[in-house]
DNA sequence: CCGAAACCTGAATCGGGTCTCAGGTTCCCC
DNA sequence: GGGGAACCTGAGACCCGATTCAGGTTTCGG
C-alpha cells in the first residue's frame, strides 16, 4: 500500500488547489454515473455537478473509462475498510462475519453507488469487475483461513465459502436494502441471515 | 401462461416467414448484447448479424429497449425451465437443490449471455432487473415453502433462503463458470457447495 | 398469372457524445 | 508587483447511433 501522488495526466504532481479539484470532479462523477449509469453520464454532466468546464475533466483524468476505473478502486477500498473495521469488533469468527455483513450493508445504504457501478464494470471494465471481486473475496480468505487454522471453524475450503458469502451478501443487499424502503434489513431478515451465515460456516459433522 | 400471437409493431399478426425472421432478429440481438453490450450492440450490428437491414427490425420491435426487454423474458423463462426440469429429479429437498443448481450452471455455460444481459438491466431497463430476480426466486420460495410445510426441512424462512441461494449460486457461477476456464464446476467446488447448501437448509437446531 | 398483403431495404434525418485546443485566469514566490 | 507555473474555460472538430420512410420484392389465394 504505498501512498500514490496525485498527478495531472501528464503526470505532474498537483497543488492543493488542483488536488482539490480532482476530488471534485470524481465525487460528480461517482453521483452521476449512480444515478445515470455509465452510458447516460456524459462528461457534460459530470462537469456541471463538479462545477467546473468540460476540459477540467481531462486535466485530471485520460478518458471517461478512466474515472470509472478509479472509481471502481475508491469504492472498493472504502467497502473493504468498512467491513474490516466493522468485523474488527468480533469475537468470534461468526460475531466478526455478522459485523462485516452489517458494515456492508450500512455502506451500501450509504453508497448505492457502489453496486450501480460494479454492474456497469462488466462491459465498462471488465478488469476492474473482476479486481473488485477478487479483492473483496480475499479479505473473506483470509480471515476463514486463519478462523481454519486456529480450528475455530471446521474443514471448510475458504475460497469457495468466501465467495458464496459474499453473493448472498450482494444478493440480501440487493433486495432489501436497494430496494427496500427502510434502507436497513428488518429484523426478521437479520435473524434468517445468522442462521444462514451459520450454517455456511458449520463443516460437515 | 397464455400462448401469445407474435405479431409486427403494428399488431398485425405474422406469417410463418415474419415468425422466422423475428425470430433471427431475436437470436442475433442474443448474440450481439451478450458479446458486446448493450449500448456497444447497435442496430447496425444487430441487423448485420441477423442478416437483415435496419428497417427490418423496427418491423418487428418497437426499439431497441424492447429488444432487450423480451431477450430477459426469454432467458429468464428458459433458465427457469432447465432449473425447474433438474430439480424434479432429485428426491429430496437437498437432491433436488442440487440439481437445480447443476442446471443452472449448464445453463450459464451454454449462455453467458444471461449474466451478461441482466448485468445491463440495472440501467437499461431495471424493471426487467426485478421481473428476472423476482420470478426466479419465486421458484426457490415456492420448493422451500413445500419443503417446509411437509417438514423435510425445519423453520426456515423460504423467503430470504431463497435469495440467499439465488446470490450464492450467482456468485459461485460467475467466479467458476464464467471466468473459469472449463466451463464446469471443479469437483472439489462442488463438493464445497454441496456442504454450504446442506448448512443454508438446516434450520437452527 | 394477377393483385394485394406482407415483407424487406438502406440512405437520410436528427440528436448527442468524447475529447481537443487556443486563449484566459489565478496563485505564489521573489 | 511582476512573472512563470499551474489551473481553468467552452466552443467546436469529429464521430457514431436510433429511428424513419419512400420505394422495391416476395408470397399466395383465387
Redesign the interface.
Known amino acids: 500500500m504505498s501512498d500514490t501522488v496525485l498527478t495531472n495526466v501528464d503526470g505532474k504532481p498537483l497543488s492543493q488547489r488542483g488536488i482539490d479539484t480532482r476530488r471534485r470532479v470524481l465525487d460528480a462523477s461517482e453521483r452521476v454515473f449512480a444515478e445515470?449509469?455509465?452510458?447516460?453520464a456524459s462528461i457534460v454532466k459530470v462537469t456541471e455537478a463538479a462545477g467546473v468546464a468540460q476540459g477540467t475533466f481531462y486535466l485530471y483524468f485520460d478518458s471517461k473509462k478512466a474515472v470509472f476505473d478509479e472509481l471502481v478502486r475508491d469504492l472498493n477500498r472504502r467497502v473493504r475498510h468498512a467491513m474490516k473495521e466493522g468485523s474488527s469488533q468480533g469475537k468470534t469468527r461468526l460475531e466478526a462475519e455478522l459485523l462485516g455483513f452489517d458494515a456492508y450493508f450500512r455502506f451500501t445504504a450509504e453508497h448505492p453507488a457502489l453496486?450501480?457501478i460494479i454492474?456497469?464494470a462488466?462491459?465498462v471494465s471488465p478488469e476492474m469487475l473482476?479486481y473488485h471481486?477478487e479483492r473483496l473475496s480475499a479479505g473473506y480468505v483470509e480471515a476463514l483461513q486463519a478462523a481454519v487454522e486456529t480450528g475455530e471453524v471446521g474443514a471448510?475450503?475458504p475460497e469457495?465459502?468466501a465467495?458464496?458469502?459474499?453473493?448472498?451478501?450482494?444478493?440480501?443487499g440487493?433486495?432489501w436494502i436497494l430496494?427496500g424502503k427502510g434502507k436497513a434489513l428488518p429484523d426478521?431478515?437479520w435473524q434468517?441471515?445468522g442462521?444462514?451465515i451459520?450454517?455456511?460456516?458449520?463443516?460437515?459433522t
Chains 1, 2 share one sequence.
Open positions: 445515470l449509469g455509465y452510458h447516460e453496486y450501480r454492474r456497469q462488466e462491459f473482476e471481486y471448510i475450503d469457495v465459502t465467495w458464496a458469502l459474499m453473493g448472498l451478501g450482494e444478493m440480501i440487493m433486495r430496494w426478521d431478515v434468517e441471515l442462521r444462514i451459520r450454517g455456511v460456516l458449520e463443516a460437515d
